[in-house]
């Protein structure tokens, strides 16, 4: 049996080791960038934050951007357990 054909976005048959996003130098290097729990630790050393000034000093410390910082932040997101909102102020549970 042969393998499936991989397509590009465009319906293309994709050449051996080719990404999805057609030529090699319309990839981008760069990858975005992952908030891990440091991060999220290192915000939180001195205390509560807002939520906005959490986002803010997350955003500035990994270079992030604004969505992934507020993604990270959310009580129901990925470090939701570790996270805790105490009346409108955002907490690190070490």
Known sequence: MSEAVQLNWA???T???EGYG???EHI???????????DLAAIFENGSLPRA???KALQASTG???ATCYRALDLKGRFAK????ESGMLAWRG
């Open 11 to 13: 319906g293309i048959p």
């Open 15 to 17: 050449k051996k080791h």
């Open 22 to 24: 057609g030529r090699p």
């Open 28 to 38: 981008p290097e760069e990858r975005p960038t992952v908030v891990t729990e440091t």
């Open 53 to 55: 000034a959490a986002a």
């Open 64 to 66: 992030a951007s604004r």
């Open 82 to 85: 570790r996270l805790k909102d």
